[in-house]
């Protein structure tokens, strides 16, 4: 596929977690989404036998892979209550900028009439939709995917999809500031 590493390390570490006995965040879909993504060493990941070799081959390595699935794992469950506190405020239009295979809009529990905008790379969001229909999951949410590369004018694009300017929105950037520079940082919020 076209979804890039980083898209599906997040969700295999979503995943791991959600396949823990007590897991501080559930994710049934990003297990899914790994899966199919054909990338090969985040889904052996998903392989606990091959987490057993990693730990007996590299101790250190494993404890890195430990440490990033429960950073990915505390990550996911501050925006989740962040969302969850933006709908019992009343607020209906959220947007997930370079959402990759975020599934927030199929897993969170929206109040009736909430708008998710996705935008992202039109292949991320075109795979993550269909493979997720493939498998019988439907949205929670309205869904409006937004297919633009985010150096584009994403802001057209998304108020080409309805996004309303003028009505009270719940904003998500999450794991994408870090790859910008400053002036492309500068850019996205200036739009």
Request: proline share 6%; net charge negative; hydrophobic share 45%.
């Amino acid at each position: 596929t076209s979804v890039g590493s980083t898209a599906v390390m997040v969700a295999a570490a979503r995943a791991g977690e959600t396949d823990n006995p007590d897991p501080l965040i559930r994710d049934p879909y990003a297990r899914i989404l790994v899966e199919g993504a054909g990338t090969g060493m985040w889904e052996s990941m998903l392989d606990e036998s091959m987490a057993d070799r990693v730990e007996a081959a590299d101790p250190e390595a494993a404890a890195i892979f430990r440490h990033m699935g429960n950073y990915q794992a505390v990550r996911t469950h501050f925006f989740d209550a962040f969302f969850a506190d933006a709908a019992a405020a009343g607020i209906r239009q959220i947007v997930i900028l370079a959402s990759g295979l975020d599934s927030r809009a199929y897993r969170l529990d929206w109040p009736a009439g909430t708008r998710v905008y996705e935008i992202d790379q039109p292949k991320v969001l075109e795979y993550k939709a269909t493979t997720l229909a493939e498998h019988g999951v439907r949205p929670a949410a309205e869904v409006h995917e937004v297919p633009v590369d985010l150096r584009q004018d994403w802001a057209a694009a998304l108020r080409g999809r309805g996004f309303d300017p003028t009505q009270p929105t719940a904003w998500l950037a999450e794991g994408l500031l870090m790859y910008l520079p400053a002036d492309a940082q500068d850019r996205l919020f200036e739009q």
